[in-house]
């Protein structure tokens, strides 16, 4: 048994209520100015104003003491939407962009997403493990502890189930906490060009039971977008993935208003992705239905887009999440500080806001909230030294480096 008594700390953290936090919650942070935090064997005991917690330590003799400066303590990020299992960089693609060519052209003409199959489908697993473990510490050094990364650089069974290897892999080889999603439907891979549906009837007869007796994909999710999954084909891919047992998520709107966000919220997703094109209507059944909005701010900046409305979703009671959507295409960005200072400057979303976003509904929007997202009894011991004093330094030091120290499991990893 370890037990470790941090003190001298000023942490902000969400209160979790058993549900992501919407409207007028999502600002609510708890600030305790001088406060001192218990653990035992990696979780939280106990967490409080400094003499509260000495005075139960007393019997407990801590092996261990940490002093954290009077700096400010928050949650470590929870990064619920990733590409970050890649192999090989795409800077011809975004030179074609900044000539104003299109991301989905890109991809039309067999570009995007597809030369990134070529490049992963050609990779031999230890070098698809090293490329995307390299980009993984690099997330951790940024603050994010539990990290979502999805598949859909395959495109075929056996290069998912090779991506899924990785992507576990990357989950016991690394400090992270990995969630794993499948997304077989990111792209139609060329040997189905012009037969998407012929690829559709592959993912749900071949792919998603082949996905699902492996055993590590938690989630599924779906590019619906023009000229990849239309409406029609997300709803069945994501009700067959539903009925072997994956929890669902759906890129929606990113581009075109398809109307993925009322998909999303009809086949009961637990969070839509993107929405940058998102319609009032799909907002609307968004929040009724209690529909996570991950918002990905860093992808709109790298599109040259405008931002999605996270404000107004917060308004409408959609609780709002973050996300770096790190991928070699459209965001190569594995940094939450980065997000987290566009959702503040760009967005308008509150530091309150956006703390909650990048922890608490981020958590919730993987499945992870019983253990991570806050700084509460019996979660874990996932957290952050800041430079400064209050969470708004990650907007306020642009393009710094604002997480000093990070603890996963009250272990000091960074
Ligand atoms: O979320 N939009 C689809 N998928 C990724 C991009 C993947 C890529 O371009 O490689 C996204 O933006
Ligand atoms: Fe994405």
């Given at each position: 048994m370890t037990v470790k008594l941090f003190v001298n700390a000023r942490c902000f953290t969400p209160i979790d209520p058993g549900r992501p936090l919407s409207g007028n919650d999502q600002g609510m942070i708890r600030e305790i100015p001088r406060s001192a935090i218990l653990t035992q064997d990696g979780r939280i005991l106990q967490i409080g104003p400094e003499p509260e917690v000495l005075e139960a330590v007393r019997h407990l003799s801590p092996d261990q003491e940490i002093d954290c400066g009077g700096h400010c303590v928050i949650p470590g990020f929870v990064d619920p939407h990733t590409h970050l299992c890649f192999h090989g960089l795409r800077e011809s693609e975004f030179s074609m962009r900044l000539e104003g060519i299109p991301y989905l052209e890109i991809l039309r003409r067999g570009g995007g997403i597809l030369s990134s199959v070529k490049r992963v489908r050609a990779a031999t697993e230890e070098e698809l493990f090293k490329s995307t473990q390299q980009l993984a510490q690099s997330a951790l050094a940024h603050g994010t502890t539990t990290i979502e990364i999805k598949s859909g650089y395959g495109l075929e069974t056996q290069a998912e189930l090779k991506m899924l290897r990785v992507i576990d892999r990357v989950g016991r080889q690394s400090p992270l906490d990995v969630v794993p999603t499948f997304m077989g439907a990111h792209a139609i891979p060329e040997e189905f060009a012009g037969d998407s549906e012929g690829f559709v009837e592959m993912i749900i007869h071949e792919m998603l039971p082949e996905v699902a007796t492996q055993g590590i994909a938690r989630f599924c999710d779906v590019f619906c977008e023009e000229g990849v999954f239309s409406i029609a084909q997300s709803r069945r891919i994501l009700e067959a993935a539903r009925a072997l047992g994956f929890g669902i998520k759906i890129h929606a709107d990113e581009v075109h208003d398809l109307g993925g966000a009322g998909l999303a919220a009809s086949v009961g997703a637990l969070s839509a992705e993107h929405l940058l094109a998102a319609s009032d209507e799909g907002l609307k059944a968004m929040a009724a239905a209690g529909t996570i909005a991950v918002l990905l701010p860093a992808t709109a900046y790298s599109l040259g887009k405008p931002f999605a409305r996270g404000r107004e979703m917060i308004r409408l009671g959609v609780p709002v999440a973050l996300a770096t959507d790190c991928n070699p295409g459209s965001c190569f960005c594995e940094s939450i500080p980065f997000v987290f200072g566009l959702a503040v400057l760009g967005m308008k979303l509150s530091p309150e806001e956006a703390l909650t976003a990048t922890t608490l509904n981020a958590a919730y929007a993987v499945g992870q909230a019983k253990s991570c997202g806050s700084l509460e009894p019996g979660k874990k011991a996932d957290f952050l030294i800041l430079e400064g004093q209050t969470p708004a330094i990650l907007a306020y030091?642009?393009?710094?480096?604002?997480?000093k120290a990070v603890y996963k499991g009250a272990e000091r990893v960074v």
């Open positions: 030091h642009a393009g710094g480096s604002p997480v």
